[in-house]
């Protein structure tokens, strides 16, 4: 049985749909301040932790407790176990993103309820690399993503090893390892929106960005089909251990986030996806909007970075009008100079 989506959004003649209202953020910098609101935000089910930051967490987990060579062998680089990473990723990576592209794209188990775009993945199209928007969503995720993702993941568990990157044991220091997995979501919030403000300046958008914005309608797999020079920028947040402590798993933990991560959420097309009645929220529309629109909703999660930044659009005939007014301003400034 499907949920019914006019519940929580509405339909236009074309067939897309759009919920009624986006994600909340963080109540913590809503005013007046509310204990209550805070605890329900991080606690409540569905909040902060439950289900997705658990999810992630529960992987990151199991990766890193039987599926990543032990401390020692850390130490010294080798080839092969690089190369054993690289594989697993691969395979997370194909298992997540192909499985949401299955289910939802090819099997159609949900229809077109609670899709944002009545159309499907683009093919004959030009302006995609194989004229299809999936196979070029799946070359520069696995040609570049994935192996770059790795590369992160190989120097940062190499440096946690060797001792350059602060590392704490869990039997001294649980309770602040245990909100590290908390906190580092909210850091990688911060640490996109401003690679992603950044790469939207013109000269750094033409050269790589641009990859990324070919999906005006996003997918599963366009969640980081990025230019290399993206994936490099997109995956440095795990460089924080250098004056940040953690623990090895916490590098694992943040780099599955960023690679996984997008393929569930912002791109994957729906904002709820549905398992048996349960319809799971993924916070999409945000983002959808910026690939939509471009010039809005660099951030799509937690922290209202583009409330402040007067950046948001929610979707509405008015946060358009003032994205139109953004965009006519700045291009005078432009044309000034
Ligand atoms: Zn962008
Ligand atoms: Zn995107």
């Known amino acids: 049985m499907q949920i019914d989506d006019s519940k929580f959004g509405s339909r236009n003649k074309r067939g897309d749909w759009k919920p009624y209202k986006l994600s909340s953020n963080i109540p913590f910098f809503d005013w007046p301040f509310s204990i209550t609101k805070n605890l329900k935000w991080l606690l409540g089910i569905p909040g902060y932790i439950i289900p997705w930051t658990f999810f992630y967490g529960l992987i990151a987990v199991i990766l890193w407790v039987y599926f990543t060579p032990p401390i020692e062998t850390l130490k010294n680089f080798h080839f092969n176990w690089f190369f054993y990473l690289l594989v697993r990723n691969l395979i997370i990576t194909i298992i997540c993103a192909g499985g949401l592209h299955f289910f939802l794209?090819?099997?159609?188990?949900?229809?077109?309820?609670?899709?944002?775009?009545?159309?499907?993945?683009?093919?004959?199209?030009?302006?995609?690399?194989?004229?299809?928007?999936?196979?070029?969503?799946?070359?520069?995720?696995?040609?570049?993503?994935?192996?770059?993702?790795?590369?992160?993941?190989?120097?940062?568990?190499?440096?946690?090893?060797?001792?350059?990157?602060?590392?704490?044991?869990?039997?001294?220091?649980?309770?602040?390892?245990?909100?590290?997995?908390?906190?580092?979501?909210?850091?990688?919030?911060?640490?996109?929106?401003?690679?992603?403000?950044?790469l939207h300046i013109p000269l750094l958008y033409n050269f790589s960005h641009y990859i990324h914005h070919k999906n005006v309608n996003p997918g599963p797999w366009s969640g980081i089909a990025m230019h290399w020079f993206e994936h490099i920028l997109y995956f440095?947040?795990?460089?924080?251990?250098?004056?940040?402590?953690?623990?090895?798993?916490?590098?694992?933990?943040?780099?599955?986030?960023?690679?996984?991560?997008?393929?569930?959420h912002g791109h994957i097309g729906f904002e709820k996806i549905q398992i048996g009645k349960i319809g799971i929220d993924t916070h999409s529309h945000a983002h959808y909007l910026h690939h939509k629109y471009f010039e809005c909703n660099y951030a799509d999660g937690a922290i209202p970075l583009d409330k402040f930044f007067g950046t948001f659009h929610n979707g509405s005939d008015e946060s358009q009008e003032k994205m139109v007014e953004r965009y006519k301003i700045r291009m005078k400034k432009m044309r000034s100079t």
């Not at 994935?146 to 309770?175: C, D, K, Q, R």
């Not at 460089?239 to 943040?254: N, R, S």
């Open 236 to 264: 440095s947040g795990t460089l924080i251990h250098f004056i940040i402590p953690a623990h090895p798993v916490h590098a694992v933990f943040q780099l599955l986030h960023a690679g996984i991560g997008p393929l569930f």
């Open 105 to 198: 794209y090819i099997k159609k188990t949900q229809g077109n309820s609670f899709k944002f775009n009545a159309k499907g993945m683009e093919k004959n199209n030009k302006n995609f690399y194989f004229k299809d928007q999936t196979l070029d969503n799946i070359f520069w995720t696995l040609c570049s993503g994935v192996p770059i993702w790795t590369a992160y993941e190989a120097f940062s568990l190499w440096a946690f090893a060797n001792g350059y990157f602060l590392g704490l044991e869990w039997s001294m220091h649980p309770i602040y390892l245990g909100l590290t997995f908390l906190f580092l979501p909210l850091f990688r919030e911060v640490h996109f929106y401003f690679v992603h403000r950044l």
